[in-house]
Each structure stands twice: as structure tokens, then as C-alpha cells.
């Protein structure tokens, strides 16, 4: 049996391969997306980035010329020119009787004018506020030392943050995106290819000549899926070793944290892909076997995979809830984003959900292998 | 057949690619099992992000019988590692402070180097949690209330160091920078770095360039900020000292507000100065914390150092014309407010700071530098101070050849701030003679440690990245980064405000 098996998955694997265009299609996907994704977040990073000087407009400059030396030294400046490229819209007016104010010990008021909504605004917003609350702290601190009072009385607590994240686990987002690029290859790297050996055998009446000889619908259905996953492990492998050699070329420091695929990532990934790799297979060409065409295959691969990439988003976007984690996919993701944040991997998630992937490839083997009994499914009537 | 044979060639291949990562992994793995230091997550005030801490057993001294003591460390992670070879060490000032309770600073000044390389801290033999050799001091009330102008000092500071000495007893001179440096190089190399970025500030650079001449094999680059030269002595400082005063006055004297509020403010100080020389005011003062009414003796010592330690930072700087002028009116809430606030002797191990320049920067002092250095208040008081406690503590002095600058091929970037209270730009210059590939940057009107000021930070990465000054633009070092005085007891005076307000 194992033989025959072996007979099959020769016979997928060169019939794969001979049309080498159809098989890179699918490989661009691992290829190209860690790169895309590079791209993308390089300009992201430059828009999140506040550039190390910013422009501001400030009304009434002249009666606070301390504060504006003081933003001046944390490189917030005021605009000479209103086409200033690091000109943001943010503007402070100094109030009139600001001096005033200031010297009777009354609290100053400056006001500041943005538009909050604009993400692109926030990051300087909340620079301009932070910068004019150091200087505020640090008046009060002087007044309080005139007067022979330690400053520190105004620290009741002093409060200490311990973050327990590491650099590499900061990136959060991000990092969940990457896995989500790589649990997506094993869908996608080899889709066309099982739409082809399924749908597109029977197109080519091919199938039922296959099936006319003495073997078990199940080994036909295993060899073809076996091949199909040997091309998504081979996208597996080849996104890995592209993003290894992307991902750190991107500036993630600007944004405080790293991304790093290590060797020891890439094996685990490879280890626990693989169960979802001919769990993606069976679900495909049992997809394809279920439509009539090779057209209507196509529709219909693309509309299932929806539900794996359903999981895979809620936990990339993490609003997975407790039950979600617990389903194939979205542990598996998850196990793979706390593996390369450096946290203790959940392992009754990922053994729960590897079982549950096995099963559903043995489910959806076993009813491709029932379609392929009915006459119906084989000259797709 | 031909088929097969390619198809298994295919899947041989598909099998070996990741065997050899595995493989690669554990030549990793192994690497890291060679590393003797156990290092733990530890976090430090003002700092959220998690260190690594660890410590190594240093021989205290070339005898084995004097036993060992624990060189604690911390590395403050990369934030990308695209270095692993490479570090940035931090050396701390006082001498007597410890690097790692600084992380905080050393975060901050360095936070551009560390977007690609570690951070290491060390604190050095005596300070921090490395067996820090540390004094009683006494508390504030007593601090205000002590008279040391009619108090026989000489017999008091004598009777602490003696109290002092017998609370660490331990030979001091096992804690001297020379002996220090090697704790450096032994940390290096448990971590497994090659090379160091070394990172002085103040102190921190005279241990900088001694590390740098035992084992200029570590030594990538060196930045060294307020420059300490081998060959000069702790005591020229007063020099420096007054300058800096100096600077202050004559910025108030050109500042029309300040000039106004707090006109000949140099005289006024002198003025007080010798009043208090004469005779000590007996005043009452709250205490800065528990505003209980406290007796507040004041002496010229004690007014001289308060004001001394004001001119270290920018901000205590724009308070001073108002802390001399209420003083001098016989208000003497501000200065209290003032000494509150610097309270440094806390922080400095003085133990390990007196082993420093009682070997060091005591034995240098011949009479005619004595004489030189007397002409300043601050010089004169300093010696006077080292002249009672080094003979008690009696710290061997070191090899003369430590007086010899430093020679060195080290790409070096010497920092200063013109107004610096501590290390003049002239100490960088004399510091750089023997250094063929050295930088000096002057902040016009920076202070001490011009990385925590201006924009160091950024040239600091820039030279990390590069190893070489070429092509850096420093010009943002001359910006002004002084603050506005503060012309009232509550910050800007209305007195002066819009030219428009006065004609009207």
C-alpha cells in the first residue's frame, strides 16, 4: 500500500510540476509577500516616526520666551515659513495676560489647537503636550525650591513602570501580521495547484482514467493531497527564509522593538505548519471534488479559505476570544507570535488544535474519497 | 528512472535545508552554554524597560588571600541587534557613583546608540551594588544647623574619616581606577563581546582612558564627556568653578530683565561672601520636607557649595540670581530649598570616592601646584580636605606613569560644555595631546555632561555607528541651550514685560 502511495504521489508531484509557470504562481505569493509587507511598513514607519524636528506655529511667541526656548530645545520649533515641509498643523496660542499670570503664580494658559482625529497629528500632539508638561513641572519645581520646599513633596508616589516586554515582543501588531503572511502561504502557495489536480484532472478527463485502475479512491485522494502540501511546506520554507532576510532590513528600531526570525522560529513554524498544511490540502481538494467545474472550484476554494484567514485575522488583530484560541489556526498562530516574543508557549492550545487539524484532514480525505465513489462528482454531472 | 532520481535529489534537498538550520541552532545554542554569567531580568528606578543583571567574582587584588568581590552588571538590551559583537560601556562619574542605578541616564543620553547595540553597565569596584565602600553622612537638620566655621573641622572630619575607615575596613587601595579597569575587561569578556564603545561621563572618562591604555584591544571607539585629563588633578576645579560663576553673572549682567531685577549681582555675592566669612548668620529656616522650623547655620562653605552645585545643571542655574539676592537680603528659604535639593552625598559612595583621589589626585599635588590651586576658594578647601583624610585612610598611591596622558589610535570624541562648573573645555584639550584620532566638540553654553543637554545623543550614535567623526554635521552642538532666569520667587516678572507695555 505504502507502494502504491508512493506510485501516486510520484505521479502528482511531475504532474505538478511540468507546468513550472502555474507552480511559481503560487511560490510568488511566499515570495513577494514578506517583501510587500517590508515595503509597506518602511513607509508607515517614516509616516509614524515623528521626524526628529518639528514646526509648529506659536501666536504670541513674545511673552513666553521661556517655553519657547524650551520647546525649541526638544526640537520643537517655531515655522519662519508656512510652506515649511515639517510644518505640522498645530498651533499654540500664548495667552495675553500670560506673563501676568505666570509672575502672580497663577496658573499661565497656553492653548493648543489640533485636530485629535488625525492619526497623523497624534504622535506630535502628544509631543507638544508632553514637552509643555515637563516645563510646567519644572517651574512648579523651581517656585517650590524659592520658597525652600523640596520639590519631591509633589511626588507622593513614585511610581515605577516594570515592562515586561522585550524588544522582540513589542511589536505586537506586527508581529502578528508576519505570521499571518506565513500561515497564509500554506493556503495559498499551492492553491491553484489543488484546484488543478482535482477540478482540473476531472476537466481533463484524466480522473476517471485514474480511477479505472485498481486502486482505493482514499490512496488516490492521499497522494494528491500529499503533493499539494509538499508545495505549501515548500512556501513555508521559502517565506521563512525570505522574511529572515527581509524583516531586518526594515527600521522597526525607530519604533522601539525588532523582529527577528530566528532558526530555532523557523523549525518550530515549520514543525507545527504541517498538520495545517495537509489540513488546507484535503479542505481544498475536497472543495474542488464538491464543485462542478474547474471555474466554479476556483469560487469556491477562494471563498472557504475565507474561514482559515477569519482565524488567523482575530488573532493577528487580537481580538481573539478565549474559545477562538482554542481552534486550529489561530493557536497555532498564536503559539507561533508567543514563540517569537520569547513567552512560554501555550501548549494545551497548539495539542488541542494540531488534533483537530489532523482530524479535519482525515475528515476531509475521507469524504473526497466517498465523492470519488459517485459517478456524479467524477464526470461532474 | 531518470524521473525518480531527480524527484529524490528534489526532496534530499527539501530535507537538508532544515537540518542545516537546525544545526546552525545548536552551534548557537552551544555558544551561549560557554557563557559563564548567569544574567536575570532586573528592572531600575525611572526605567521601565527590563535589564539583564549579572555579576562576576574579581579577585580584589594580585594576592589571592584578599579574597574576591562581586562585579555587578547590567546590559540594557538593543533595541535591534544588528551588533551582538559590539557594546556600549558606560562609565559612571563621582567618582563614587554607580553605573547602574544611572541605567536611567545612561538610557537616555545613549538611547540613539542603543537602537543597534547593547548597553553596559558596570559599576565599578566600591560603588553600587559592587561592595560600595559607603560613609554615615549626617542628615539635613544637622547638615543646616552645623556651624563649620567655629567647630574644630579638622578634628571632626578627622574623627569621621577614623569612624569611616573602621565601619568599611577594607584595604582602600584594592578600589583605585587602575585596579578597576580590569573588573571592565573581565566583564567584556564573560559577556563575549569583542569590543567595547566606551561612554564616560566626568569621572567616568579618567577610568574611560586608563581602560582604554591596559587593554586597547576592547577598545572600538571612545566618547568622553566632561574630560578629566590623566595629568591633571580633582583640585584644579576650582578654577573651573568660578568661571562657570562667572559665565552666570555676566549672562545676568547682559540680560536687560535680569539686570534690572538683580542689578550687580557678582558684587552682591562677593559682598555676602565676605560677610559670611566674618561671621556665620545664626537664621531659622521650615525644613525643605517636614516644615518644622529648623536653626539654619549659614557659612561661607556651606552658601559656596550650595551655589557650586547649582551651576551643574541649567535649571537650579536659573534660579541663582534669586537664591544670591534673597540671601544676601537675609532670605534664606531658597538656599535651603537649594540644598534640599542637591542632596548628593547620598548617592556617592565616598568611601570608594575618597580611595580615588587620595591615590590619585592627592599625591599629584606638588607646592607649587598646592599654591596654584589655593587661589580658588573651592581649590584651596578641597586640599585642605584631602589633606586630613588621606593620611588616615592611607591609600598607596599610584605608579606615576598614571599621570602620563593617554596615548592612543582610538577614533575619540571629546565633549565639553563651555560653562561647565567641573571639567572645562581647556581639561579636554589638555587630555587630547596624545590621541591621534580625536574630536572636540565645545558647547557654547552647556554644563557638565553635555549628553544629557544637547544634542549629543544623536553625534554620540552617529561616531558609535561610524567609528570616525568624517562626515558627522555637529553643527547643532553651538545651539543655546540655557534657560530664562527666574526673575521672582514664582518664575517670569511682569516688571519687564512687552516693549509696547512700558511706552504705554
Not at chain 1, 79 to 107: C, F, H, V, W
Not at chain 1, 328 to 345: R, S, T, V, W
Amino acid at each position: 500500500m505504502i507502494n502504491i502511495l508512493k506510485v501516486l504521489f510520484k505521479k502528482e508531484v511531475t504532474d505538478a510540476s511540468r507546468d513550472k509557470r502555474s507552480v511559481m504562481a503560487g511560490l510568488y505569493y511566499a515570495i513577494g509577500a514578506p517583501i510587500g509587507m517590508c515595503l509597506l511598513m518602511s513607509i508607515l514607519l517614516q509616516q509614524l516616526a515623528s521626524p526628529d524636528a518639528l514646526k509648529i506655529t506659536i501666536e504670541n511667541a513674545n511673552n513666553a520666551p521661556g517655553l519657547v526656548a524650551h520647546l525649541a530645545s526638544r526640537d520643537i520649533k517655531v515655522a519662519d515659513d508656512k510652506n515649511d515641509p515639517l510644518l505640522k498643523a498645530i498651533t499654540l496660542i500664548i495667552s495675553d495676560d500670560y506673563k501676568q499670570n505666570m509672575s502672580e503664580g497663577r496658573p499661565a494658559t497656553v492653548t493648543l489647537i489640533a485636530d485629535k482625529s488625525d492619526d497623523k497629528l497624534g504622535k506630535h500632539i502628544n509631543r507638544v503636550e508632553k514637552a509643555m508638561a515637563v516645563y510646567s513641572s519644572e517651574i512648579a519645581s523651581l517656585r517650590l525650591v524659592s520658597r525652600g520646599i523640596d520639590p519631591n513633596l509633589m511626588r507622593a508616589l513614585a511610581i515605577e513602570v516594570n515592562d515586561q516586554a522585550t524588544p522582540d515582543s513589542k511589536g505586537g501588531m506586527i508581529l502578528g501580521l508576519v505570521t499571518f503572511s506565513i500561515i497564509l502561504t500554506l493556503f495559498y502557495a499551492a492553491m491553484s495547484l489543488a484546484i488543478d489536480t482535482s477540478a482540473g484532472e476531472r476537466e481533463r478527463n484524466s480522473l476517471s482514467l485514474l480511477l479505472s485502475h485498481p486502486l482505493s479512491s482514499l490512496h488516490i485522494v492521499l497522494a494528491k493531497v500529499g503533493a499539494i502540501a509538499a508545495f505549501s511546506m515548500l512556501g513555508l520554507v521559502i517565506i521563512l527564509i525570505v522574511s529572515k532576510v527581509v524583516y531586518p532590513m526594515v527600521a522597526w528600531e525607530q519604533l522601539g522593538f525588532s523582529i527577528t526570525i530566528t532558526p530555532e522560529f523557523m523549525l518550530f513554524c515549520i514543525a507545527i505548519c504541517f498538520p495545517i498544511a495537509l489540513m488546507s490540502s484535503s479542505l481544498q481538494v475536497f472543495v474542488s471534488f464538491m464543485a462542478k467545474s474547474f471555474k466554479e472550484a476556483q469560487s469556491y476554494v477562494t471563498m472557504v479559505l475565507f474561514i482559515p484567514m477569519a482565524l488567523s485575522m482575530v488573532t493577528t488583530y487580537d481580538i481573539a476570544t478565549d474559545i477562538v484560541q482554542w481552534l486550529p489556526i489561530a493557536a497555532q498562530q498564536f503559539a507561533l507570535m508567543e514563540f517569537i516574543k520569547g513567552n512560554p508557549i501555550p501548549v494545551p492550545q497548539l495539542i488541542l488544535s494540531t488534533g483537530v487539524t489532523v482530524v479535519l484532514f482525515a475528515l476531509f480525505s475521507f469524504l473526497s474519497a466517498r465523492m470519488l465513489k459517485s459517478e456524479k462528482v467524477v464526470f461532474g454531472l | 528512472m531518470k524521473s525518480t532520481f531527480k524527484y529524490r535529489n528534489r526532496l534530499i534537498k527539501l530535507a537538508i535545508l532544515p537540518f542545516l538550520i537546525a544545526n546552525s541552532a545548536m552551534i548557537q545554542g552551544q555558544e551561549n552554554n560557554n557563557n559563564p554569567v548567569k544574567l536575570t531580568p532586573c528592572y531600575m528606578e525611572g526605567l521601565s524597560d527590563r535589564l539583564m543583571c549579572g555579576s562576576i567574582a574579581q579577585p580584589l587584588s594580585d594576592n589571592p588571600a584578599d579574597g574576591e568581590i562581586d562585579i555587578h552588571f547590567a546590559v540594557i538590551p538593543a533595541i535591534k541587534p544588528s551588533n551582538p559583537d559590539e557594546a556600549v560601556l558606560g562609565f559612571a562619574g563621582g567618582p563614587g557613583q554607580g553605573a547602574v542605578d544611572l541605567a536611567r541616564v545612561f538610557n537616555r543620553n545613549l538611547r540613539f546608540a542603543r537602537e543597534t547595540r547593547d548597553i553596559v553597565l558596570v559599576d565599578q569596584r566600591g560603588t553600587g551594588y559592587s561592595n560600595q565602600l559607603q560613609c554615615d553622612s549626617d542628615d539635613l537638620k544637622t547638615q543646616f544647623a552645623f556651624n563649620d566655621a567655629i567647630t574644630d573641622l579638622q578634628t571632626m572630619s578627622k574623627q569621621d574619616t577614623e569612624q569611616c575607615k573602621a565601619k568599611l575596613n577594607v584595604d582602600l587601595s584594592h578600589f583605585t581606577t587602575s585596579a578597576a579597569a580590569k573588573d571592565f575587561e573581565a566583564v567584556r569578556v564573560a559577556l563575549g563581546y569583542e569590543g567595547f564603545h566606551l561612554y564616560g561621563v566626568s569621572y567616568g572618562t579618567r577610568i574611560a582612558q586608563e581602560y582604554t591604555r591596559q587593554f586597547p584591544a576592547s577598545v572600538i571607539t571612545s566618547t568622553l564627556d566632561g574630560v578629566v585629563p590623566m595629568q591633571q588633578s580633582f583640585a584644579a576645579i576650582g578654577e573651573a568653578i568660578d568661571d562657570s560663576l562667572l559665565a552666570l553673572f555676566e549672562r545676568c549682567k547682559n540680560d536687560v530683565a535680569c539686570n534690572e531685577q538683580f542689578p550687580s549681582l557678582e558684587t552682591r555675592f562677593n559682598e555676602f561672601l565676605a560677610k559670611l566669612e566674618q561671621q556665620p548668620i545664626e537664621a531659622q529656616v521650615r525644613h525643605p520636607r517636614t516644615y518644622e522650623l529648623i536653626p539654619f547655620t549659614v557659612t561661607k562653605m556651606k552658601f559656596y557649595s550650595a551655589i557650586r552645585l547649582a551651576l551643574y545643571s541649567h535649571t537650579t542655574r536659573s534660579i541663582l540670581p534669586l537664591v544670591i539676592t534673597k540671601a544676601a537680603q537675609g532670605d534664606f528659604s531658597p538656599l535651603a530649598g537649594l540644598m534640599a535639593n542637591a542632596d548628593l552625598t547620598q548617592s556617592l559612595a565616598m568611601g570608594m570616592h575618597n580611595a580615588i583621589v587620595c591615590s590619585e589626585d592627592w599625591p599629584q599635588l606638588t607646592p607649587q601646584l598646592r599654591s596654584k590651586y589655593s587661589n580658588t576658594y573651592m581649590g584651596k578647601t578641597m586640599i585642605e580636605g584631602l589633606d586630613i583624610v588621606c593620611p588616615i585612610l592611607e591609600v598607596k598611591p599610584t605608579d606615576k606613569t598614571f599621570y602620563k596622558p593617554l596615548q592612543s589610535d582610538k577614533p575619540t570624541l571629546l565633549l565639553s560644555g563651555a560653562r561647565d562648573p567641573a571639567t572645562p573645555p581647556s581639561w579636554a584639550e589638555l587630555a587630547m595631546v596624545n590621541m591621534t584620532d580625536a574630536t572636540h566638540l565645545v558647547a557654547p553654553t552647556a554644563t557638565h555632561g553635555i549628553g544629557s543637554q544637547t544634542c549629543a545623543p544623536k553625534i554620540i550614535a552617529q561616531f558609535i555607528d561610524q567609528k570616525a567623526m568624517q562626515d558627522i554635521n555637529t553643527d547643532c552642538i553651538s545651539e543655546e541651550n540655557d534657560k530664562q532666569f527666574f526673575m521672582n520667587i514664582n518664575g517670569v516678572a511682569n516688571t519687564y514685560s512687552t516693549p509696547t507695555a512700558n511706552k504705554e
